[in-house]
């Protein structure tokens, strides 16, 4: 082996090393372990925090249709216990009503009998005095004192005979008695009247004594039902008010979860930029005057190669699908599933479930997994490539990758098939970009 293409491999080597140590998947120098450490472990608490927010997230939404559908509840709850609430106080004066009517109308029987019973003494005692006036008469053998009182009665008339006065006495006792007995038949009328119309009242007063019932039955029954739907409002508002609290406070915290892994992936990345450069100033000095060759695009290509391409892109990563196909590009975006306003780093590309997905680029299988934002994933470690350190990152499968972390894959090799896990609304293959540890825009990398 010659002295150039021992440094060249050298290179490479240290180059492969820096990549993998950027992207935690393997072991870095011994003198960058705390870093590489403190990485992981900061990747790892952001991992936690977005998944924590993805459920808090999602608990809030389900919270937040329980209580608009609970809401409209109470609204009509409160309508039924205001009806019913109308109709017990309508209940409640109707039989109020019907209870001084019915008073009235015992008050006024009771009246008319006492007044029956006046006429039935009257008439006895004209019926006394009638029978007086025949007695003494007849004792006396003619009228007698009879004639005084008849005198008295007329007002001393000129009576031309006996027989005539005597049929005016009989006259009046028998209009007597015949007012009286009139009287007590009007009387008797107008109380069977009385009474009929005291039990038609009695029977209306139960009745409305039973609407009174029903309607203050009905109203207990409202107003439970609204205290019901009210209480479980109330509860609902307490645990979407302490989810909304949470919300914040995790975006918070994955917020600065997020800016602590930026401040170590720059930290590993200067790092990783001046090994680079070390090794291209010490490849430079062992072939002196050598150009390195032009990325090749065959299907042959390895990640670990080391292309002069530059950092721009230039197709160095062959095209999942047609660029006019995106549905979703690389940019900041209010996220579908979140309802929040979050850089989406890559682009979709409109893949059925179950559709094979092909490595971009050869390379190293530097992780693959799940979790919560792209669900089933791999991330491919394509090496330094015109001294930027370029990997590719694959979203959504249906389930886990067919390739295992630190595989060697080529170009267009099979590394899964198309889904829609982790936070996604539909299937497709979510295809990002990172170089140098950041995301970015895939487009100006992929032919």
Same mark, same amino acid.
């Given at each position: ?77 409160? #309508? $039924? !216990?205001? +009806?019913?609430?109308? *109709?017990? %106080?309508? @209940? =409640?004066?109707? /039989?109020?009503?019907? &209870? ?77 008695? #015949? $007012? !009286?007995? +009139?009287?007590?038949? *009007?009387? %008797?009328? @107008? =109380?069977?009247? /009385?009474?009929?119309? &005291? ?87 062992? %072939? ?160």
């Amino acid at each position: 082996m010659s002295h150039n293409h021992r440094v060249l491999r050298q290179g490479r080597l240290i180059a492969g090393a820096c990549a993998i140590a950027l992207l935690s998947t393997a072991i870095a120098a011994p003198a960058s372990a705390d870093v590489d450490d403190q990485k992981k472990k900061s990747d790892h608490k952001v991992a936690t925090a977005q998944r924590n927010l993805d459920d808090t997230s999602a608990k809030l939404v389900k919270v937040n249709k329980a209580l608009i559908t609970t809401n409209k509840k109470v609204t009509k709850a409160q #309508s $039924k !216990l205001k +009806s019913a609430n109308k *109709k017990v %106080t309508k @209940a =409640n004066n109707h /039989l109020r009503d019907m &209870r001084s009517q019915l008073a009235i109308a015992k008050a006024d029987e009771s009246k008319n009998k006492n007044t029956l019973k006046v006429n039935k003494s009257k008439q006895a005692k004209s019926k006394v005095l009638v029978g007086g006036i025949a007695r003494q008469s007849y004792m006396s053998g003619g009228l007698g004192n009879l004639q005084l009182t008849l005198n008295i009665l007329t007002s001393h008339g000129d009576v031309t005979s006996k027989l005539s006065v005597a049929d005016m006495v009989m006259r009046q006792q028998g209009g007597v008695l #015949s $007012k !009286l007995a +009139s009287e007590r038949a *009007k009387g %008797t009328a @107008a =109380n069977d009247r /009385l009474s009929a119309a &005291r039990r038609r009242i009695a029977t209306l007063t139960v009745q409305a004594t039973n609407a009174q019932t029903a309607a203050k039955k009905a109203q207990g029954k409202a107003k439970t039902a609204r205290n019901k739907v009210v209480s479980l409002q109330k509860t609902q508002t307490k645990q979407r008010n302490a989810l909304a609290k949470q919300k914040k406070t995790e975006l918070a915290n994955l917020k600065k979860q997020k800016k602590e892994s930026s401040r170590l992936a720059a930290i590993i990345r200067k790092r990783n930029i001046a090994a680079a450069k070390a090794a291209k100033r010490k490849r430079e000095t062992a %072939t002196r005057k050598a150009t390195p060759p032009p990325v090749r695009h065959s299907s042959s290509s390895s990640g670990s190669g080391t292309s002069r391409h530059s950092s721009g892109g230039g197709g160095i990563l062959a095209a999942p699908g047609s660029l006019g196909s995106i549905v979703s590009g690389f940019g900041s975006r209010v996220n579908p599933v979140l309802g929040i306003s979050m850089l989406h780093a890559g682009d979709d590309f409109p893949y059925a479930c179950g559709t094979p997905v092909h490595a971009a680029r050869g390379g190293t299988v530097a992780s693959t997994g799940w979790d919560s934002a792209g669900g089933n994933f791999v991330l491919i470690d394509h090496g330094y490539i015109g001294g930027t350190n370029i990997a590719s990152y694959y979203a959504h499968f249906q389930r886990s990758a067919v390739v295992h972390r630190g595989q060697h894959v080529s170009k267009g090799q099979l590394i899964g098939y198309s889904g829609t896990t982790g936070r996604s609304t539909g299937c497709h293959m979510h295809f990002g970009v990172m170089a140098n540890g950041r995301w970015v825009n895939p487009i100006p990398y992929i032919s």
